[in-house]
């Protein structure tokens, strides 16, 4: 079978794509409004893109009205945001902020948690969460003719924040974050990355 992407509607082109990259790690990303009202909201369309610079990036889908997003406008108006790692036991809480709450409501309160004060930006860390990752937006490309459906952010990560327990200093390396991801769009799925195996890239 082909599909010609094109020919899809939203609802269609979204299952396709999320029922097939998979599975998608979680920015739950966190901003502050002109008003000081923090937002936080999770976005599964989410990546690396390159170490060094380290920078990363997410997409934000515009609202079925038509509107932008807290999260968007709130990064077009500062420039800032705050990538935190969602872990199994905040998974909960993460799916309370993904609800489309009004602008002058704070997700940090409705899900129980702690905005703390981030050291380069004015978007406030999760403190439940093991690892937070201020950043600043390097570009903001919108997506979609003749109307922009999606907002692609690209931000450079200026400072991390992590437990000890996860970050061992001599090998430099994290582990035993048991952080989740999405699965199909459709059936409302996260998993685990604990079903692994090992191979060693060629040498030539």
Request: aromatic share 6%.
């Amino acid at each position: 079978m082909k599909i010609d992407p094109t020919v899809l509607n939203q609802e269609d082109s979204s299952h396709l794509l999320t029922d097939i990259v998979i599975p998608r790690p979680i920015a739950w990303v966190s901003t502050v409004d002109e008003h000081g009202i923090f937002n936080l909201a999770p976005f599964s369309a989410y990546g690396i893109v390159s170490t060094r610079p380290m920078v990363v990036s997410f997409s934000v889908g515009i609202k079925r009205d038509g509107q932008k997003k807290d999260t968007l406008r709130n990064v077009e108006l500062t420039g800032e945001f705050v990538i935190s790692v969602v872990t199994k036991d905040l998974a909960e809480k993460m799916n309370i902020t993904s609800a489309l709450y009004p602008s002058d409501v704070s997700e940090f309160e409705k899900a129980g948690l702690t905005p703390m004060r981030a050291d380069f930006v004015k978007a406030p860390i999760v403190a439940e969460s093991p690892v937070n990752m201020e950043c600043r937006v390097i570009q903001s490309i919108e997506l979609g003719k003749p109307s922009p459906s999606y907002s692609l952010i690209i931000g450079e990560v200026l400072c991390v924040h992590i437990r000890d327990e996860f970050y061992d200093s001599q090998t430099r390396r994290v582990s035993g974050l048991k952080a989740i991801a999405r699965l199909g769009g459709e059936q409302d799925l996260y998993c685990l990355g604990q079903d692994t195996f090992r191979m060693k890239r060629p040498s030539l």
